[in-house]
């Protein structure tokens, strides 16, 4: 039987109109089953997200300010949700039992967990749907970890017994039965743990965009949506920066073999994008599936006279790295040349000591650090295919007038990456995405 699970996000349900918008798109479809809510999220720009009104009241509470006029303001929104919607539903006791936990010193995660706790109960309430508090089936163990194992386990023993839920996103209990939260944006992983304990076909997770884009929008003018991407690909131009959903909300689903598809609560009729495990069943004829990029990098750039024959060479550069605790994003070489690229920051308060390593562990001809670069992944798994992709690239950005500074191509041939200068990387996106998209 075809089962899916929902998650929506914070502006998908920032009021009560977009909550008849999610109604509707629930109950479209019977095999819509489970629902997880986010908080209220903003309304308008400017306005403030439930999530961050709750970690305000518990800052002030911890300095002793009073926040009757902040716990208020979170009390409206909810009021107005139950008003505006026509329900019954009277949270007076639960806003004063949360008000009280505040004032007595209740965890900063508690208090964050409230904003999708009291939409929960809301949205379960005008959905007709059992209401499933994951404090007591989401599982985080000792040191801080979410328990994947345990809480599968309980969980779908649970909804097992629920034909409809809506189970808050965002947090679940620590083994001493206290509230902890996932990390910000965090319902998208609750979504994921709840698709893969009721074995569901499909992870909707709705949200304010009609999918992945194939670049920034604040780059490329209306850059077109990403029809279906892997998870592989998808971690290759998220880890470039570009973000639709929290990282680790891949891996329940994934690991179930469970497609996300990024849908639009305000243009339901749009497709979205299909995060999928494997393609090959989905026509395209796209090379490219997406481009992402970063400014803000730097180089070092080792030379040495024979270093192809000096056994151990690229060994002591790294050493040299580990000794400075540097991580590095890619090791492009030559016969007698080999650049480390670093993101800048990594670098703060550390120039001269990796400098000085280096030089002690390989005594090189020159050693140089170059700063203001930017790296731009270009991502396809079309490119495996493809003869001349790579060609193509380049000479888009020749005709831009763009020096490229480095070329990395991934084993897998799955991504290109190319490194501009910071000054080039606005040019050289909007070259590349001309080149391949139009
Ligand atoms: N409400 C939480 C946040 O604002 C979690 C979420 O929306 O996913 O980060």
Redesign the pocket.
Known sequence: MNLKVLKF??SSLADAAQFQKVKAIVEAEPSRRYVIP??P?KRFSGDA????LLYSCFDQAQLDQDIDESFDRIVKRYEEIISELGLTLDLQREFEIIKTSILHNAGRDYV?SR??YLNGLILANYLGFDFIDPQKYIFFKENGSFDSERTNVILSAVLKGHQHAVIP??YGSMPNGTIK????????ITGSIVARAVGADLYENWTDVSGFLMADPRIIDNPKVIDVITYKELRELSYMGATVL?EDAIFPVRYAGIPINIRNTNCPQDSGTMIVSDASSYNSDNIITGIAGKVGFSSIAVEKDMMNSEIGFGKRVLEALEKSEICFEHLPSGIDTMSVIINTKELEGKRDFILSEICRLTVPDSIEIEDNLALIAVVGRGMVKAKGTAARIFSALADASINIKMIDQGSSELNIIIGVEDKDYIAALQAIYAEFIG
């Not at 997200?49 to 961050?52: G, H, P």
């Open positions: 996000g914070g986010s908080a999220g997200k439930v999530t961050d964050a904003g999708e996103g965002f939260t996932f990390s910000r944006g965090g319902s998208d929290h």
